[in-house]
């Protein structure tokens, strides 16, 4: 593929960090925390939840490559900066969204590397349709999932059925991309092609750290700024890149962060894999350095051995010589590990402990006021604060086994006449803990009753308080991990105590969730979520050690944009694994299955 632009905001963000996209620990027992691509799904607790409640469908989950080629160019000064989203084409017509692929930089013929997972059913029609966007230049740092598509420029749509791709020889079908309603016109949009492959389930992973040496110069001013990008040989003899260390500037000896592969991404540690180094170009006309062909059991020698690999570079003069270079690649670290999923430790009897905290500050409008967020309706129907409390209890109460849930309010003025930031919902002066969401429901009705909404909006407190429990049960066991569920109007107050909060928190078994009602800005709370792939950093400069926020609009859950159940596991699993790993803490019982039967579940409703 030469020297063909795959990068993530040009190459400088890591593809094998997993900043941009989803990491690939969510994904089942081939999940590996960081190890990115392919961070849509498939995502254990999702899959989990839907098979205890019945609804299960035979079906093989496929894993989506896309590429493009003679995309429109609709940038004045420089190329196209294009995106690929994939939609499931329902029974009614309407479109739900599959996945994205990162935004690569400055190119009309992408490889893009963020792969798609998709449930292949056999049995069923299921009509696919990419949309492909050329992301304009003020959106670059936001992460892709984020991109508002009404803002990005159309390139081009192109629609097939699953059964297409994966029925081909070499499983790829190229698409000629058009106009929207089926116009051709009279210009050439370019092609799409989607490659289909069988996600294989595996826990074993690899950790790569790579190095060269004495790497070719290619820039004139200054040394060359390289970076690895690795792709997998495929069946059809053509490849598809996997992951790409980040870029080491100015530097003809770069040192890499470790990568880790697993067994999905590299199918076998015999198959050969393509490792090409690039020199970046902010333009997105990186310029190969060289390349070598090695498998995983190549690069294990090499690091056995100790010794390094020479790069080839294809000749110009003749196509069929290589010539062999000076620089050489050098594999620093390499181990195997086991990675476990999810649902292992789930079902080995690892426990998510559950906490709730209610908004009452005065921005939510006076609750006898029928436009207040926490206005109750005598007819019965739910506010928005009792819609969040009784969705997301649905899905959160199936994780915790005894279903008593510590809640609390913030930002009420409580019986005692002093405003809190972390007052007990049910009133209670000695025990924080309700009965089931039936608890917080009547708890949060009968705060309404006794606390006045004030302010201002702070998280801190009811984070540090959850944070201690989180932190007192370190002590007693490994088995508990905890989520704080924060339901908010989003008009945060204390946005650098909360920050300090959260970092502090991210070395303990915590997560926090936070769903956001009414129609507020939530810019504070998207900050907080740290999905750009920065993480958060306090007012002493500590970064936090891993990501432990996720932010849900309930807006976009009733506009039906996206399920409940998916938008509250979504990064949960990844979260939960990341902390897991890397303090090496194992399932209690290894050997138990990744797909244990449901009805052995000790939480199965």
């Given at each position: 593929?030469?020297?063909?632009?795959?990068?993530?905001?040009?190459?400088?963000?890591?593809?094998?960090?997993?900043?941009?996209?989803?990491?690939?620990?969510?994904?089942?027992?081939?999940?590996?925390?960081?190890?990115?691509?392919?961070?849509?799904?498939?995502?254990?607790?999702?899959?989990?939840?839907?098979?205890?409640?019945?609804?299960?469908?035979?079906?093989?989950?496929?894993?989506?490559?896309?590429?493009?080629?003679?995309?429109?160019?609709?940038?004045?000064?420089?190329?196209?900066?294009?995106?690929?989203?994939?939609?499931?084409?329902?029974?009614?017509?309407?479109?739900?969204?599959?996945?994205?692929?990162?935004?690569?930089?400055?190119?009309?013929?992408?490889?893009?590397?963020?792969?798609?997972?998709?449930?292949?059913?056999?049995?069923?029609?299921?009509?696919?349709?990419?949309?492909?966007?050329?992301?304009?230049?003020?959106?670059?740092?936001?992460?892709?999932?984020?991109?508002?598509?009404?803002?990005?420029?159309?390139?081009?749509?192109?629609?097939?059925?699953?059964?297409?791709?994966?029925?081909?020889?070499?499983?790829?079908?190229?698409?000629?991309?058009?106009?929207?309603?089926?116009?051709?016109?009279?210009?050439?949009?370019?092609?799409?092609?989607?490659?289909?492959?069988?996600?294989?389930?595996?826990?074993?992973?690899?950790?790569?750290?790579?190095?060269?040496?004495?790497?070719?110069?290619?820039?004139?001013?200054?040394?060359?700024?390289?970076?690895?990008?690795?792709?997998?040989?495929?069946?059809?003899?053509?490849?598809?890149?996997?992951?790409?260390?980040?870029?080491?500037?100015?530097?003809?000896?770069?040192?890499?962060?470790?990568?880790?592969?697993?067994?999905?991404?590299?199918?076998?540690?015999?198959?050969?894999?393509?490792?090409?180094?690039?020199?970046?170009?902010?333009?997105?006309?990186?310029?190969?350095?060289?390349?070598?062909?090695?498998?995983?059991?190549?690069?294990?020698?090499?690091?056995?051995?100790?010794?390094?690999?020479?790069?080839?570079?294809?000749?110009?003069?003749?196509?069929?010589?290589?010539?062999?270079?000076?620089?050489?690649?050098?594999?620093?670290?390499?181990?195997?590990?086991?990675?476990?999923?999810?649902?292992?430790?789930?079902?080995?009897?690892?426990?998510?402990?559950?906490?709730?905290?209610?908004?009452?500050?005065?921005?939510?409008?006076?609750?006898?006021?029928?436009?207040?967020?926490?206005?109750?309706?005598?007819?019965?129907?739910?506010?928005?604060?009792?819609?969040?409390?009784?969705?997301?209890?649905?899905?959160?109460?199936?994780?915790?086994?005894?279903?008593?849930?510590?809640?609390?309010?913030?930002?009420?003025?409580?019986?005692?006449?002093?405003?809190?930031?972390?007052?007990?919902?049910?009133?209670?002066?000695?025990?924080?803990?309700?009965?089931?969401v039936e608890g917080i429901m009547a708890a949060y009705a009968s705060a309404l009753r006794s606390v006045t909404l004030a302010g201002p909006t702070l998280f801190g407190q009811v984070i540090n308080t959850a944070a201690d429990i989180a932190g007192h049960s370190i002590s007693c066991t490994n088995s508990k991990y905890f989520v704080l569920l924060i339901i908010t109007d989003g008009v945060l107050t204390d946005l650098e105590e909360t920050k300090n909060a959260l970092v502090r928190a991210s070395d303990l078994p915590l997560s926090v969730l936070i769903v956001g009602v009414g129609g507020a800005d939530f810019k504070q709370m998207e900050i907080l979520d740290a999905d750009n792939g920065e993480r958060l950093e306090s007012s002493t400069g500590r970064i936090a050690t891993r990501d432990i926020v996720q932010f849900v609009p309930m807006r976009e859950v009733h506009g039906g944009q996206i399920s409940i159940v998916q938008a509250l596991l979504e990064e949960l699993p990844g979260q939960f694994l990341t902390y897991m790993r890397t303090r090496d803490i194992k399932p209690q019982t290894a050997t138990t299955p990744a797909s244990a039967p449901?009805?052995?579940?000790?939480?199965?409703?």
């Amino acid at each position: 593929m030469g020297a063909c632009c795959s990068d993530v905001r040009g190459g400088q963000q890591a593809v094998g960090g997993g900043a941009q996209q989803r990491s690939q620990a969510t994904s089942n027992a081939a999940a590996a925390a960081g190890g990115g691509g392919g961070g849509t799904g498939p995502n254990d607790a999702v899959d989990f939840f839907y098979r205890t409640k019945g609804v299960q469908a035979l079906f093989t989950q496929i894993e989506l490559s896309l590429s493009a080629s003679k995309l429109l160019d609709r940038d004045i000064i420089s190329k196209s900066d294009p995106m690929a989203v994939i939609y499931a084409k329902k029974r009614d017509g309407s479109l739900e969204e599959l996945g994205r692929t990162e935004v690569i930089m400055n190119c009309l013929d992408p490889v893009w590397i963020e792969k798609i997972n998709v449930a292949y059913q056999f049995e069923i029609v299921q009509p696919l349709i990419f949309h492909v966007y050329d992301v304009d230049t003020s959106y670059h740092k936001l992460p892709a999932k984020m991109l508002k598509l009404k803002d990005q420029e159309f390139l081009g749509e192109a629609s097939c059925v699953l059964s297409e791709i994966v029925t081909k020889q070499n499983r790829s079908l190229t698409l000629k991309l058009h106009n929207k309603k089926g116009q051709v016109g009279l210009r050439n949009l370019g092609t799409i092609t989607v490659h289909a492959e069988e996600t294989i389930a595996s826990r074993n992973a690899v950790e790569i750290a790579f190095r060269c040496s004495h790497l070719d110069n290619k820039d004139l001013f200054s040394k060359s700024d390289p970076f690895l990008r690795i792709s997998r040989i495929v069946e059809s003899g053509g490849s598809v890149p996997i992951c790409k260390t980040e870029v080491v500037n100015n530097n003809l000896n770069p040192i890499w962060k470790p990568l880790t592969l697993t067994m999905q991404q590299f199918g076998s540690k015999d198959n050969p894999l393509i490792l090409e180094c690039f020199d970046f170009n902010s333009s997105g006309n990186h310029v190969l350095i060289g390349k070598i062909q090695k498998s995983i059991v190549d690069l294990e020698k090499l690091h056995k051995e100790k010794i390094g690999a020479n790069f080839v570079l294809p000749s110009s003069r003749h196509h069929t010589h290589e010539k062999v270079l000076k620089g050489q690649l050098f594999v620093d670290h390499f181990s195997e590990r086991k990675l476990y999923s999810f649902l292992d430790y789930i079902s080995s009897g690892f426990e998510l402990n559950f906490m709730v905290a209610v908004d009452f500050t005065a921005s939510n409008g006076n609750p006898h006021s029928r436009d207040s967020l926490h206005y109750i309706d005598p007819t019965g129907r739910l506010n928005a604060y009792q819609q969040a409390i009784m969705e997301v209890g649905e899905v959160i109460q199936f994780y915790d086994s005894d279903r008593r849930f510590p809640a609390w309010g913030f930002g009420g003025r409580t019986y005692e006449g002093s405003v809190s930031h972390c007052f007990n919902l049910n009133g209670s002066a000695g025990s924080f803990e309700v009965e089931g969401v039936e608890g917080i429901m009547a708890a949060y009705a009968s705060a309404l009753r006794s606390v006045t909404l004030a302010g201002p909006t702070l998280f801190g407190q009811v984070i540090n308080t959850a944070a201690d429990i989180a932190g007192h049960s370190i002590s007693c066991t490994n088995s508990k991990y905890f989520v704080l569920l924060i339901i908010t109007d989003g008009v945060l107050t204390d946005l650098e105590e909360t920050k300090n909060a959260l970092v502090r928190a991210s070395d303990l078994p915590l997560s926090v969730l936070i769903v956001g009602v009414g129609g507020a800005d939530f810019k504070q709370m998207e900050i907080l979520d740290a999905d750009n792939g920065e993480r958060l950093e306090s007012s002493t400069g500590r970064i936090a050690t891993r990501d432990i926020v996720q932010f849900v609009p309930m807006r976009e859950v009733h506009g039906g944009q996206i399920s409940i159940v998916q938008a509250l596991l979504e990064e949960l699993p990844g979260q939960f694994l990341t902390y897991m790993r890397t303090r090496d803490i194992k399932p209690q019982t290894a050997t138990t299955p990744a797909s244990a039967p449901p009805q052995d579940h000790p939480y199965v409703v």
